[in-house]
């Protein structure tokens, strides 16, 4: 799939349609077996390997599914970080314990998320993460990402760049979401690696 030159908000916001609109067409099944191949290709990424401390979060509806994903990385050990969302859009997190350590949270008219139930640690928790795994709707050539639109993680990449921390930016997405071009601004960064169901793509090295 390609895509035009950067073009703002409004390019952005025609992407995020059609990419929610592929998204929603996927069977239940479809959404369940690829998400089982996502946390087997994204445990083979080194930066996964190696990580102590992963902050992640928990797909809904049609997102790529990360469960499988999230329970496994606690059978290694690791500690795994949830987000929660807060009033001003920012997040907070909190350590994630097993699907009984979740809570359905909904947040006004927005679709409700699974959160963590116990002690939230605050924003910047997840500056002591290895890894930082991304919700997206894209990635193109060049690792940059196109979200929701919601700002949660601008605000949480730059609490990153503002301590000086410098985790392994990984994002999950559909195979067919890895495009040639998606819109940037100066603000957005990009990732290192994308994972899909399909396989894994590194954009720098590990």
Sequence with gaps: ?????????????????????????????????????????????????????????????????????L????????????????PDNDLSWGAYAGEGSLARVQHGG??????????????????????????????DARGMRLGRGGGSYDRVLARLERAGAHPALVVLLYDTEVVERVPAEAHDRPVQAVVTPWGGRRFTDA
């Design 1 to 69: 799939m390609q895509h035009g030159e950067p073009g703002g908000d409004t390019d952005k916001r025609t992407l995020r349609r059609e990419f929610l609109g592929v998204r929603n067409r996927l069977t239940t099944d479809v959404v369940r077996e690829s998400a089982e191949a996502l946390a087997e290709h994204a445990l083979e990424l080194p930066e996964l390997a190696r990580a102590r401390t992963v902050a992640a979060y928990v797909s809904v509806g049609s997102e790529p599914g990360t469960l499988t994903l």
């Design 110 to 139: 927005r679709m409700a998320l699974f959160e963590p139930s116990g002690e939230l640690l605050g924003p910047d928790a997840v500056l002591h993460a290895d890894v930082v795994l991304l919700p997206g709707l894209a990635v």
């Design 71 to 86: 329970d496994a990385l606690l059978t290694r050990g690791v500690r795994v970080l949830l987000p929660a969302l807060l």
